[in-house]
């Protein structure tokens, strides 16, 4: 809705568009100080209406490639961020071990998966601009035929966000890869990935927007419950089973966005029995999940960890 000023005798339409925009100031009578004014009202029909609003949230952006730094300016006008999600990568599962010379043949562990914010809101200074870094899932180790050598599903990249005046944000470090020794006698013969740990500067606990949303109501992100962060989850560590011609399946990867009650996720599934041609590879995980890890026959391999995302959207409390 436009707003007017009076200006030496005209009335002057305020600009509120761009990056910086016009501002209406009123004197507190208490303080007797200007004030940045927020919100203005005028009564109607007996009722007060809204007519200005210094600053409306946002639509929601996800971001999600891997390949790039991706930024974004803040608005002139808003202090917060809402990130409903933001996970570090999965990393890969291993790769499942066919025959060896000890008699067994081994399933690959699963991957782990990276450390996770749900609904928190961070300040950040309008106009700044934020850089993005968002995590690619971890390659899954390569499955291994008779004798079986080592091999290694990859570590997930960390997802991450800073800002040119505010700093480090959050770092949600990937989940890494089970790791698949051949001819090992101790089990388990593929350990799973390790979960990606975290650092995240402290969130806002508490407040409304100048468009009248409280943020403790923010519940729409993967745990259903505001002010949510947390490390990954571990991998499951591989099967080992005697003899030739097991078809022994792999062995799943670490769930994302799991809390400590331990609620699941979205991780990468395990491989399947049987040989490479009926689906035995290790599942590719989604949205930072671990991947699973690679049946035994043949020596088939792990899935690829799930890549990193943010989503979110500006605010202004």
């Known amino acids: ?17 761009g990056d910086n925009p016009d501002q209406l100031y009123c004197r507190d009578g208490t303080s007797f ?7 203005g009202y005028v009564k109607t029909g007996g009722a007060w209406k809204e007519f200005y609003n210094i600053f409306l949230t946002t639509d929601f952006q996800t971001f999600t490639d891997t390949t790039q730094q991706l930024f974004e300016r803040v608005p002139a006008l808003a202090n917060k961020i809402h990130i409903q999600k933001a996970v570090g990568a999965g990393g890969g599962g291993g790769g499942g071990l ?3 010379k000890a008699g067994f043949e081994d399933s690959g562990g699963g991957g782990a998966s990276g450390a996770f914010i749900s609904d928190m809101v961070f300040s950040v200074t309008g106009g700044e601009i934020l850089t993005f870094n968002i995590g690619a899932g971890g390659t899954g180790g390569n499955g291994v035929g008779e004798p079986p050598t080592n091999t290694q599903g990859t570590t997930g990249g960390a997802t991450t966000l ?3 005046t505010t700093g480090p944000i959050f770092t949600l470090n990937g989940g890494s890869g089970a790791v698949s020794t051949g001819g090992r006698v101790s089990a388990p013969a593929s350990v799973a990935g390790v979960a990606g740990t975290r650092t995240v500067i402290s969130g806002v606990g508490s407040g409304t927007t100048t468009d009248g949303l409280n943020i403790t109501t923010f519940t729409s992100g993967p745990r259903a419950t505001f002010n949510q962060q947390g490390n990954g989850t571990n991998g499951t560590d591989g099967v080992r089973y005697s003899g030739d011609n097991a078809n022994g399946v792999g062995s799943p990867g670490g769930a994302s966005f799991v809390n400590l009650a331990g609620t699941a ?3 990468g599934d395990a491989g399947n029995g049987g040989a490479p041609e009926s689906g035995q590879f ?6 930072g999940g671990g991947g699973g890890g690679g049946g035994t026959e043949q020596g088939a391999p792990g899935g690829s960890g799930g890549d990193g995302l943010v989503q979110f959207r500006f605010l202004r409390i």
């Open 33 to 39: 100080t200007n004030k940045t004014i927020l919100n």
């Open 282 to 287: 290790g599942k590719v995980g989604s949205q």
């Open 1 to 17: 809705m436009p707003m007017y000023v009076k200006d030496g005798g005209d009335w002057r339409e305020l600009d509120t568009s």
């Open 162 to 164: 800073s800002g040119a």
């Open 98 to 100: 066919a025959y060896d």
């Open 265 to 267: 996720g979205a991780g």
